[in-house]
């Protein structure tokens, strides 16, 4: 455990030092961002067809408003109108500073990809994000019928720290302020905007791959 916070703190004070403010959460004024960096997703899960012309990739936090008004009334529709055509990708970026249990919801995750169940578990987490403690992290791993010894030991060892760390290093690095933020093939979009905002940008990255 003391390397959680070890790797945890490490990575917020770095985001101060960088002036990224990593303490603000949800959309920046709902405005969409200029283009940003392709986004280093190597060994990270996700939905779609690996081959697909469109790549987006979500950095959230699992005790966000507004992460969870984007689960419920977007994310859904974007995979039902583009999911053949789309790669899906999660990085976590928990802003612990006002989501206490957002960290330990993110390794928790991590813990559940060990066992090929990351995006069941991300889902259950975001239908139950007003109850992210420790027993109910261990009590959705037992309705997803994990191997709960392997579960158990994995999220108390921290060992998913570094995961999580890395991928907080990642959103630094590529300029994230806040949760939701999203690249589409490299082009950066900023919180829970409306639906039209994300296909417009799935749009133009699928007829530039044309």
Not at 18 to 34: C, K, M, S, V
């Amino acid at each position: 455990m003391k390397k959680q916070f070890l790797y945890l703190t490490l990575g917020l004070l770095i985001g101060f030092a960088l002036g990224f403010g990593l303490g603000r959460g949800g959309p920046r004024g709902g405005e969409a961002a200029d283009s940003g960096p392709m986004v280093d997703i190597d060994g990270r899960p996700y939905l779609g067809p690996d081959d697909a012309p469109v790549t987006m990739v979500e950095f959230t936090d699992y005790q966000c408003t507004f992460c969870r008004r984007y689960y419920d009334t977007r994310y859904p529709l974007i995979l039902e109108e583009y999911g053949d055509r789309l790669k899906y990708v999660v990085l976590h970026y928990p802003l612990s500073q006002i989501h206490p249990q957002a960290e330990e919801a993110a390794q928790a995750a991590e813990c559940a990809n060990d066992q090929g169940k990351f995006f069941e578990y991300h889902n259950t987490l975001f239908k139950n994000s007003t109850a992210l403690g420790r027993a109910n992290l261990v009590r959705y791993g037992a309705m997803l019928g994990l191997d709960m010894q392997r579960f158990e030991g994995c999220l108390d060892s921290g060992e998913k720290a570094k995961i999580v760390y890395d991928n907080i290093m990642t959103a630094v690095k590529a300029g994230v302020t806040g949760t939701p933020t999203f690249f589409v093939n490299g082009q950066i979009v900023v919180g829970a905007q409306p639906l039209a905002i994300f296909k417009a940008h799935i749009e133009q990255a699928l007829a530039a791959s044309d």
